[in-house]
């Protein structure tokens, strides 16, 4: 075994409603001590970061106990933003109520490790790319979709930030000019038709205007409890409400996934999140969509993918992160 | 006078309409020789091959003349495609009716210098990145608002080509998707509503519905000939309808700019083509519709700015593309 088989990066994933933490091998094959716990952001920051920092600890404890010899190099952090990658600081927060906190030398501190501060989405798509469905790939957009929807663009195995690290927000391109109100204050974004809680107001709606559908027992009638796991569920089991839910937002994300192949010319497109569940269900009819949307030769360049690194793809790509922007050559 | 100051590249600008060919100093604060004329398409691709090779020579003549001493390095031609950069074949321009077509190997075969290939839009882009309204920015977003909307993407002062050199299709992507339907196939393409052809459309479907303008007389009453110039004349007049259409071009080619400015975070977007004749009423409601729709932090951080090399910019920056790929050491 040589000594890069022993060197790791912690990595952790802080998201609305869960925190993810682990050791990653620096070439990327190998995962030590993960465990999550809801985030519990309620709590105010100091909490949330005194968790953050246990957590790295437990890690920390068990690499020792499974990996004799096992050097941790630092610390790669992924957080909502928007964020600033050379401060360290998580700028705003709205799912967790920070403003200006200085997130990454916090928990530096905390650790006693070097550390570095990425956008959530980002350090997913970023994980993909180096060792899941995006691997081996020169130019991917990825997608994350989940109570929003976040994504990443990775050119050559580096993270494309822009101007102010706030690239990539392509849940809030309008694919629809006057379309469905956003949260975001504008009307017609993807995020607006694809997001889990709009795949469930879609749904919901409709039952409200009285439609048919298994999805009322699911929930006992209390169509406010309807998820898009509910839908995803009830397509699986043939439901028809449920399955027009999941092809209309394969045609939505079609219609995103389509103008991102238009800008980029990408050679991967990589879709995460809960709606990945859905399969075949969802990928065949958004592939169907981009061929109809986009340039042909585009098309032909592109293969359109779900993730392959679950929830381990943030703690994989914020330790990938902090490789590439701590340890000189990583490449 | 230093040695740099005497090399020259020549740009070849191969439009629909129209051919321009110029030497570009490599600085590119210096071109000579610049001169235009009718593609004339119809008359095949050998026909303008040649008119192309001929119109090079008389600018290598004018440049003989004019700077004593001055060394040609090379060809730079900026083409519509699709088409493949390594290979400088284009492989389709339905405008040109070319397939196949190896320009790159032709036009430096018949004026005996080395010679690149890139995309019209793309060089365009370049053009202002190095020496126009795009000079000293990071990661800039073009777009070319002609017969067609086409686009360029300059991160570090390099084009962003794609998997297969079809990047930057921004006049494809989809804003409604529902909307207009586009000379490509798809459904509510930018290009349907803000390339020329299509500003003139939506003002002539309003007269024809009836719509009082002093459009009409400008055209004496022959509504097929109401051009996007004719429009901005009129609103530069005061003629309301004239005015709304332009005000409505601003709007969706504000949706385009918000997508394109929440998907790269750029420092810099450049609007460049006829459409910018109209000036601050199309710029003013512009800005304003990119505020209302895109991310706060990623507005703040950007520019929009008119494009100010005119109809040199693809010649600089085909001039540019040559240097970038065929020139060790320039950065």
Same mark, same amino acid.
């Given at each position: 075994m040589n000594e890069i088989a022993l060197q790791y990066v912690l990595g952790i994933d802080i998201g609305g409603t869960n925190l993810v933490v682990g050791a990653v091998r620096t070439d990327g094959r190998h995962v030590v001590g993960v465990h999550s716990q809801p985030t519990g952001a309620s709590r105010g920051p100091d909490a949330v970061i005194a968790d953050i920092i246990a957590m790295g600890h437990t890690t920390l404890r068990q690499l020792q106990a499974e990996v004799a010899g096992a050097e941790m190099l630092g610390v790669g952090i992924g957080s909502p933003g928007p964020l600033n990658t050379t401060t360290g600081v998580v700028i705003l927060t709205p799912n967790l109520g920070w403003t200006n906190m200085p997130l990454r030398d916090r928990i530096a501190a905390g650790l006693g490790l070097p550390a570095s501060l990425d956008n959530d989405a980002n350090a997913a798509v970023l994980g993909e790319c180096w060792v899941g469905?995006?691997? #081996?790939?020169?130019c991917v957009v990825g997608l994350t979709i989940g109570t929003g929807i976040g994504g990443g663009i990775v050119l050559e195995g580096r993270l494309h930030h822009g101007a102010s690290d706030c690239a990539a927000e392509v849940g809030h391109m309008t694919i629809n000019l006057n379309g469905r109100r956003c949260g975001c204050g504008? #009307?017609?974004?993807?995020e607006a038709y694809a997001s889990g809680p709009a795949i469930a107001a879609r749904a919901v709606e409709q039952l409200r205007a009285g439609a048919e559908s298994t999805l009322s027992t699911l929930v006992d009638g209390a169509l406010d409890r309807v998820t898009a796991a509910t839908i995803y569920e009830a397509a699986a089991a043939g439901d028809e409400l449920a399955n027009e839910v999941v092809r209309d937002t394969a045609l939505y994300l079609g219609v995103g996934v389509a103008n991102l192949i238009n800008i980029f010319n990408p050679d991967c497109v990589v879709i995460a999140g809960g709606v990945i569940a859905a399969g075949d269900h969802l990928l065949v009819p958004l592939r169907r969509e981009v061929a109809r949307r986009a340039f042909r030769p585009a098309v032909d360049a592109c293969t359109i993918v779900p993730a392959e690194?679950?929830?381990?793809a943030g703690v994989i790509g914020a330790a990938r992160v902090f490789m590439l922007t701590q340890i000189a050559g990583t490449a």
């Amino acid at each position: 075994m040589n000594e890069i088989a022993l060197q790791y990066v912690l990595g952790i994933d802080i998201g609305g409603t869960n925190l993810v933490v682990g050791a990653v091998r620096t070439d990327g094959r190998h995962v030590v001590g993960v465990h999550s716990q809801p985030t519990g952001a309620s709590r105010g920051p100091d909490a949330v970061i005194a968790d953050i920092i246990a957590m790295g600890h437990t890690t920390l404890r068990q690499l020792q106990a499974e990996v004799a010899g096992a050097e941790m190099l630092g610390v790669g952090i992924g957080s909502p933003g928007p964020l600033n990658t050379t401060t360290g600081v998580v700028i705003l927060t709205p799912n967790l109520g920070w403003t200006n906190m200085p997130l990454r030398d916090r928990i530096a501190a905390g650790l006693g490790l070097p550390a570095s501060l990425d956008n959530d989405a980002n350090a997913a798509v970023l994980g993909e790319c180096w060792v899941g469905a995006g691997r #081996d790939k020169s130019c991917v957009v990825g997608l994350t979709i989940g109570t929003g929807i976040g994504g990443g663009i990775v050119l050559e195995g580096r993270l494309h930030h822009g101007a102010s690290d706030c690239a990539a927000e392509v849940g809030h391109m309008t694919i629809n000019l006057n379309g469905r109100r956003c949260g975001c204050g504008n #009307d017609g974004c993807l995020e607006a038709y694809a997001s889990g809680p709009a795949i469930a107001a879609r749904a919901v709606e409709q039952l409200r205007a009285g439609a048919e559908s298994t999805l009322s027992t699911l929930v006992d009638g209390a169509l406010d409890r309807v998820t898009a796991a509910t839908i995803y569920e009830a397509a699986a089991a043939g439901d028809e409400l449920a399955n027009e839910v999941v092809r209309d937002t394969a045609l939505y994300l079609g219609v995103g996934v389509a103008n991102l192949i238009n800008i980029f010319n990408p050679d991967c497109v990589v879709i995460a999140g809960g709606v990945i569940a859905a399969g075949d269900h969802l990928l065949v009819p958004l592939r169907r969509e981009v061929a109809r949307r986009a340039f042909r030769p585009a098309v032909d360049a592109c293969t359109i993918v779900p993730a392959e690194l679950g929830n381990h793809a943030g703690v994989i790509g914020a330790a990938r992160v902090f490789m590439l922007t701590q340890i000189a050559g990583t490449a």
